[in-house]
């Protein structure tokens, strides 16, 4: 069924007329040397047609200034090729399954790596099992990429910083799927840029939240639904940037602020995150969302069921622990046989430690 | 003939769909439960470790469940009538009973099933998953604590009910790492080795 489906796409693709590679130009930014910071480099690979691609790159923080003193990051470039679905960037804490050491010898640019390529095994692969890195704090994240915008240009605001130790181990992680609703035409290709802040003095440093929805169900029998729910700070805090997550059935994604004391949904006029693209959704990175003591953001993801494009239905019953048999699409997978609820977000100051709410 | 290109290309797409299609034009349907004119009532039930729905009284050691991506969760629905079951919106809350502070509120479709006795019960793919711990801002600890959960359901019509009952999230017997990231001073990231000290139920001194 999978190559027929496959047959499909490329059939109905190349009448219709699908973007060329004439029309293309790849990415090009500059690399970082020395105090200006560092820059981590993707090798190119390929994704076959109709499949996905997880890997996870493991690196540690360079000792940029040669001293081995923390690294203070104030801007974050990315560029990606068109096709990707997420690159995220994490620390690494608990290591369960998912073994930096029992990675492949690669390289990201100047630096040795380690590599665990995950294809599009979800079932497999510890790659793609989210519970291996269920306590690494996201630093940052891009999932825009498309032929007319490459980059992610992500400027701290002023005075505040991502700390870096030298040596501190990183978890490079890249997404591409190579279907005609998110085609990976001109081959994967990921780089990242960390500046390092110029200025003298200590900054304010910025703290991550990472919020999902895990019990999530988008069934043909109740094809629109919508999950909410809500995660709270350590304290007062500015939300600086954000962005949503889920894949193909979402249809809306939105965050507002929320006071800790409510169940009912904060008002439309507070909204100050909305994607209605899955495959392409923006990244807010100019908010200045002022969050008092004990509050938190509440948010929605919208999702209008649809059947699989690549695999079957059988595929996703297969996979929904429930076995409801109603082609159910749950928590985790490549973006045709599962779904996402996931908010990404960026706060300062961070306080005691960064925030999950699993 | 670029027509007839694209249109075969159509048929192509068309031929490519599955057994399930999406029917948006077919219309939400209705299942009333009870009396839609008087007023809905509600209780609170959850399920166990099984999948089991139990009724939830109060004071009820609700099991802590772990979900794929980590954490532990209390799964919360309701039993309801004179409200449309299959309209129906749920929304948990997981409430800190020393100051009312709401910990986290889980809101989603669910489904009630007609029982035998007239009242309908959240299908068990569709009860409320309340994340309980880790939570960086517990004042106590979470598990073995009495909690307060508020439970909401609103039909598409406006039929509503609410309830309140005090639980205590529990971790099974023996399960050190529960308890470790159910402890206040859990911390995500840390080590459970040793585990934070425990011992932290009780409200803690207003001003402190």
């Given at each position: 069924m999978r190559r027929i489906y496959l047959t499909c796409a490329l059939l109905a693709c190349a009448p219709l007329g699908c973007s060329s590679s004439e029309e293309f130009s790849p990415w090009q930014i500059e690399d970082l040397h020395g105090g200006k910071g560092f820059s981590l480099r993707v090798p190119e690979f390929e994704v076959p047609a109709g499949h996905e691609s997880q890997n996870c790159y493991f690196v540690k923080v360079p000792d940029v200034n040669g001293n081995g003193q923390d690294v203070w990051i104030d801007r974050v470039l990315t560029a990606i090729n068109p096709g990707s679905h997420h690159v995220n960037v994490f620390r690494v804490k608990t290591v369960i399954g998912l073994d930096p050491a029992a990675g492949s010898p690669t390289k990201l640019g100047d630096y040795p790596a380690t590599v665990i390529e995950g294809a599009d095994d979800y079932q497999h692969s510890p790659c793609w099992a989210s519970a291996n890195w269920a306590d690494w704090p996201l630093?940052?994240?891009?999932?825009?990429?498309?032929?007319?915008?490459?980059?992610?240009?992500?400027?701290?605001?002023?005075?505040?910083?991502?700390?870096?130790?030298?040596?501190?181990?990183?978890?490079?992680?890249?997404?591409?799927?190579?279907?005609?609703?998110?085609?990976?035409?001109?081959?994967?290709?990921?780089?990242?840029?960390?500046?390092?802040?110029?200025?003298?003095?200590?900054?304010?440093?910025?703290?991550?939240?990472?919020?999902?929805?895990?019990?999530?169900?988008?069934?043909?029998?109740?094809?629109?639904?919508?999950?909410?729910?809500?995660?709270?700070?350590?304290?007062?805090?500015?939300?600086?940037?954000?962005?949503?997550?889920?894949?193909?059935?979402?249809?809306?994604?939105?965050?507002?602020?929320?006071?800790?004391?409510?169940?009912?949904?904060?008002?439309?006029?507070?909204?100050?995150?909305?994607?209605?693209?899955?495959?392409?959704?923006?990244?807010?990175?100019?908010?200045?969302?002022?969050?008092?003591?004990?509050?938190?953001?509440?948010?929605?993801?919208?999702?209008?069921?649809?059947?699989?494009?690549?695999?079957?239905?059988?595929?996703?019953?297969?996979?929904?622990?429930?076995?409801?048999?109603?082609?159910?699409?749950?928590?985790?997978?490549?973006?045709?046989?599962?779904?996402?609820?996931?908010?990404?977000?960026?706060?300062?100051?961070?306080?005691?430690?960064?925030?999950?709410?699993? | 003939m670029i027509g007839a290109v694209i249109g075969a290309a159509l048929l192509l797409l068309a031929a490519c769909g599955g057994?399930?299609?999406?029917?948006?034009?077919?219309?939400?349907?209705?299942?009333?439960?009870?009396?839609?004119?008087?007023?809905?009532?509600?209780?609170?039930?959850?399920?166990?470790?099984?999948?089991?729905?139990?009724?939830?009284?109060?004071?009820?050691?609700?099991?802590?469940?772990?979900?794929?991506?980590?954490?532990?969760?209390?799964?919360?629905?309701?039993?309801?009538?004179?409200?449309?079951?299959?309209?129906?919106?749920?929304?948990?809350?997981?409430?800190?009973?020393?100051?009312?502070?709401?910990?986290?509120?889980?809101?989603?479709?669910?489904?009630?099933?007609?029982?035998?006795?007239?009242?309908?019960?959240?299908?068990?793919?569709?009860?409320?998953?309340?994340?309980v711990c880790p939570q960086l801002t517990a004042k106590r600890d979470l598990h073995d604590v009495p909690y307060d959960v508020k439970v909401v359901v609103e039909d598409s019509g406006g039929q509503k009910a609410s309830a309140t009952l005090t639980i205590v999230p529990t971790c099974r017997a023996g399960d050190a790492l529960c308890m470790c990231q159910c402890d206040r001073d859990y911390v995500i990231g840390s080590s459970c080795n040793p585990p934070p000290a425990g011992g932290h139920g009780t409200c803690p001194t207003p001003g402190l």
């Open positions: 630093i940052a994240n891009s999932q825009h990429a498309n032929v007319g915008e490459l980059e992610t240009d992500w400027k701290l605001p002023e005075n505040v910083a991502i700390r870096l130790t030298p040596g501190e181990l990183l978890m490079l992680q890249t997404h591409y799927v190579n279907s005609t609703d998110q085609p990976t035409q001109f081959g994967a290709k990921v780089g990242i840029n960390f500046y390092q802040r110029q200025q003298a003095g200590t900054p304010v440093e910025m703290g991550s939240l990472f919020a999902t929805q895990q019990n999530i169900r988008i069934c043909a029998s109740q094809p629109n639904v919508t999950y909410s729910g809500t995660c709270r700070f350590p304290g007062a805090v500015t939300v600086a940037a954000a962005n949503g997550h889920f894949h193909k059935r979402g249809k809306r994604f939105t965050i507002f602020p929320w006071n800790g004391t409510s169940i009912d949904h904060p008002a439309d006029s507070s909204m100050f995150y909305e994607s209605d693209t899955w495959n392409d959704p923006p990244m807010a990175t100019d908010l200045s969302v002022a969050e008092p003591a004990n509050s938190g953001i509440w948010w929605d993801c919208e999702y209008q069921w649809q059947p699989p494009s690549v695999v079957t239905c059988d595929d996703v019953n297969a996979k929904d622990p429930l076995h409801q048999n109603d082609c159910c699409y749950t928590f985790g997978g490549i973006t045709d046989v599962g779904e996402h609820c996931n908010v990404f977000l960026y706060y300062y100051p961070k306080v005691e430690s960064d925030v999950f709410c699993l | 057994k399930h299609d999406a029917s948006p034009d077919a219309g939400p349907k209705s299942c009333p439960i009870g009396d839609l004119a008087a007023p809905a009532e509600l209780e609170i039930v959850h399920l166990d470790a099984s999948d089991t729905v139990m009724q939830t009284r109060p004071m009820a050691q609700v099991p802590l469940l772990p979900p794929p991506q980590g954490g532990w969760i209390v799964l919360i629905g309701a039993r309801a009538r004179n409200i449309d079951g299959c309209q129906t919106t749920l929304t948990t809350a997981l409430v800190d009973g020393c100051d009312q502070q709401i910990i986290q509120v889980d809101k989603r479709p669910t489904r009630l099933e007609l029982g035998a006795d007239g009242w309908g019960t959240s299908a068990v793919t569709m009860f409320g998953n309340l994340p």
